[in-house]
């Protein structure tokens, strides 16, 4: 029997259905991405293990990036853009010297100081102080949309997009180690910061060329590097018909969301597109909450609901 709660719908205990056909699946991997991929590119590696048709990531890596990755498949490709909102933290190694085009050790060099650096001292104070919220402008190489195209689409064309700034949020920035050749950071921040864009502007305020050498996602909401699973393993997880031990439902993957238990008459009314009638009127929500998500009597994944600026509950992702 199909369960909500369960990632795999279907009977079969492993990766194909009773025919050998494949199985609907609906569910989070927690990739530990390798360096030298794209995110799209271990999206696709990911969904060919599992052969299911709908997938995508939850918060883009570069290709020199390592670390957690989080990649929805089947219906859990609906919360997507919900996961990649969450904060994020970062192991970061930057290297003074050299500043590239891209903002990491992969692009094409800009500016060049062989031998220079900040002292242990300058970097301790500019790390002191970015804790907070402030505005960042992303890098030229980056998926922010200008004038209808993307920003690296401008680049690669020789053409320098006019970007504007962005609010973003440090939560923590710790100073992991120093030495004249570079410095690494622990970073917890918002989404959308762009930490190619820090080391440019770091660079910039001490006067000696960065660059981003090595980066690796330690955590992206509540998924945490420890809980990962690396293509490797994965792929001979698939061979052995034991990949669906790697997948976690939907509802572990929300789980950082207020979750309110809902009737079976609300449920039923969602699924079949009515709405569920005056049930988010009541007072079964509390009030002060965001974005809610709602679950069935068996704990499955119903919609996510958030409260609009006249106060009406509304559902804003059906799952």
Known sequence: MHRDG??????AQGIRGAGGGPLVIDGVVV???PPGITSFRAVEQVRRVFREKKGGHAGTLDPMATGVLPICLGRATKIAGYLAGQEKEYDVLFRFGAETDTGDREGKETASAPGAFADEGAVRAAVERLEGNWDQVPPAYSAVKVGGKRAYVLARQGKTPELAPRSVTVYEARLLGWSREGFRLLLRTSKGFYVRALSRDMGREFGVPMTVAALSRLRCGPFRLEESVSLDE????????EARKHLLPITKALEGFPQVRIPHEAVAAIRTGRGPGPWLASETIPAGLGVVLLTGADGGPVALVGRSPEGIWRIVRGL
Do not use: C, N
């Open 6 to 11: 369960d990632p795999f719908r279907g009977e």
């Open 31 to 33: 990739l530990d991405k």
């Open 234 to 241: 994965l792929a001979e997880a698939g061979r052995r018909e």
